[in-house]
């Protein structure tokens, strides 16, 4: 079993910057695809970026794209997401999930653990 643990969220200013962490424990993450996601109140948990299992390919959804970057120490078991140019509009709820393949993936219904979430909220 896989334990996900989210931290580094909190409140900015619009143009600010954050960078979350993605803590594993349970197993290794060296070899498997991880994502973060959002979820904004009322809306549904979507997308925002992904790392595959090798770290050879990345994909982010449009909205974040240059500004989030996804990345992974696997010594440390960890995945971070560092998030520049913040906007309100990037206010949500971050979520941290693993899949149990190494192919990376943009579904959520792909991922088989998650975290708890981390709030981000931007103020203007």
């Known amino acids: 079993q896989v334990q996900l643990v989210e931290s580094g969220g909190g409140l900015v200013q619009a143009g600010g910057s954050l960078r979350l962490s993605c803590a594993a424990s349970g197993r290794t993450l060296s070899n498997v695809a991880m994502g973060w996601f959002r979820q904004a109140p009322g809306k549904e948990r979507e997308f925002v970026a992904t790392?595959?299992?090798?770290?050879?390919?990345?994909r982010y959804a449009d909205p974040v794209k240059g500004r989030f970057t996804i990345s992974r120490d696997n010594a440390k078991n960890t995945v971070y997401l560092q998030m520049n140019s913040l906007k309100p509009e990037d206010t949500a709820a971050y979520y941290c999930a693993a899949r149990s393949s190494s192919d990376y993936a943009v579904s959520r219904n792909l991922y088989d653990y998650w975290g708890q979430g981390t709030q981000v909220t931007v103020s203007s």
């Open positions: 790392v595959s299992g090798t770290s050879s390919t990345t």
